[in-house]
């Protein structure tokens, strides 16, 4: 009975992720443009035609579209399915990781939609924005108390993510200032510190060292992937968020 019960509830969490991640789309498209994130409805950024609601099925669409608008048949970008899919993914383990209590899967879930936003944004125009950041701070500051992996009282919990909150930052300000010491230039931006800040509220500071380890790792042996595949060299940018979304969410499901 209760392994049909997770069924039950895995099915409805799929179609919830994948709307979530039709309207993380949105905001990845529409928060750096400064525009409305509900009105107009969806529209083909090429043609401008509003997408028919039929066309608008996250994934399903894409594949019956074969990947192309229906009114001017050009591609539609591999990255709106591929969001979507995460998106569902991401909160499918996230719901058998922490299905119990009803209100920590909704804290962390928020947590993983507001990373899976972040490092869409910094993926495709290397910036943070302060309202995303800010806001997963403020979010993660009201949910600590209810946050049981943060301790045993609600006393403790706040406090262990305030002090993520601010041990993150810390931390990065050290690795920055080390870095620009080593490589004569600025490692880390901004909007990177505020993003730990967020972070750190919801794992708290010890999780949090974790994360940042892992996050800068898995960056790390990217970077000299694309490095060895001749598509970066030494010295290139890339966007730091992706990766320590990752962290975060490899260290909140394992740890
Ligand atoms: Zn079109």
């Given at each position: 009975m209760s392994c049909l019960f997770i069924d039950y509830w895995s099915l409805i969490i799929i179609a919830l992720g994948l709307f979530l991640g039709s309207f993380a789309n949105v905001l990845i498209y529409r928060l750096p443009k400064g525009?409305?994130?509900?009105?107009?409805?969806s529209y083909c950024p090429n043609c401008r035609k509003s997408i028919r609601w039929y066309d608008n099925v996250p994934v399903f669409s894409y594949i019956l579209l074969k990947?192309?608008?229906?009114?001017?048949?050009t591609a539609i970008s591999l990255q709106y399915p591929v969001f979507e899919l995460l998106t569902a993914l991401s909160l499918v383990i996230i719901w058998f990781r922490?299905?119990?209590?009803?209100y920590l899967f909704i804290g962390y879930a928020l947590f993983v939609f507001w990373l899976i936003v972040i490092s869409g944004i910094d993926f495709n125009h290397r910036i943070i924005p302060d309202e995303l950041s800010m806001s997963l701070i403020v979010i993660g500051l009201l949910f600590s108390p209810f946050n049981?992996?943060?301790?045993?009282?609600a006393g403790t919990r706040v406090l262990t993510s305030v002090i993520g909150g601010i041990s993150g930052p810390l931390l990065f300000y050290i690795i920055s200032y080390a870095g620009s010491k080593v490589f004569?230039?600025?490692?880390?931006g901004g909007g990177d510190i505020k993003l730990v800040a967020g972070i750190g509220v919801f794992l708290g500071w010890y999780v949090l060292i974790i994360s940042v380890f892992l996050g800068s790792l898995i960056g790390t042996i990217v970077s000299l992937i694309l490095i060895l595949l001749k598509k970066k060299s030494f010295g290139d940018y890339l966007p730091y968020g992706p990766f320590l979304s990752l962290g975060a969410f490899l260290a909140l499901i394992f740890l």
């Open positions: 525009e409305s994130i509900l009105l107009p409805g990947g192309k608008c229906r009114d001017c048949k922490f299905n119990y209590p009803m049981l992996n943060l301790g045993e009282n004569k230039k600025e490692a880390l």
